[in-house]
């Protein structure tokens, strides 16, 4: 499929905004890098697209050779789409794209994500220095009618992936925005459970292990307003009566 809009530019940078660089398809990629995704889970995902836009993304994003659309076996026998490996090559300029973005001066912090784009977001904030020799397995569920999520560390590599672990140690269900803030601000594990809702099963200390090791970075400084690199990068959240 040719490119029907191109920098026309021979930097391979250029190139690669070519490909990805059309509203909606990398937030197609980022939806898809934790695994495969039917048309309407796609939309899930994202909002804010139309049927068309999308439809149109998926043909491009196909014909590039950064994903596939197959058929899974019986009994699901749905169509889904999913990355190809150069397309699964992309999640490291995803997650950087996300480390360098929360520090904008006017990013929201806090805003509820979608489910794929919180895990991504606790991937991308994880800190591996501070990890050393530490080890878990947890699944995490954000909220009752999301999917489950496996996330592991083990021998200094964090993985996530689209689906619950039966050996994992532990297990928490919990809003999106009360697990952004057990990461990256100053609520505990306790407060979640007794005052927002969330629940969890197993090794609590495994659950605090993996909230303790992910952080936000300063803010960017903003040329009128030097001051703002010295403020925390927290996120409040107050407490049900």
Known sequence: MAIKRSYDDACAAAHALDLVGERWALLIVR?????????TDLRGGLGAISPNVLTQRLGELESFGIIVRRKLPRPA??????LTQWGQELEPIVLQLARWGVRSPVFLRGAALGPDALMLSLKAMFRPEAADTQAFSINIKPGQEADDYHICLETGV????????????????????????????????DAAVSGHGAAYSGDKAALQQFFSLSSLPTRAAQ??????TTMPPTISIKAKA
């Open 223 to 228: 040329a009128d307003d030097l001051e703002d």
């Open 158 to 189: 964090f993985t996530i992936t689209r689906a619950a672990a039966p050996s994992a140690q532990a297990s928490l269900t919990a809003a999106t925005d009360t697990l952004l803030a057990l990461a990256f601000g100053n609520l505990s594990l």
């Open 31 to 39: 939806e898809l890098l934790l695994g495969p995704k039917r048309f």
């Open 77 to 82: 026998s749905a169509w889904v789409y999913e």
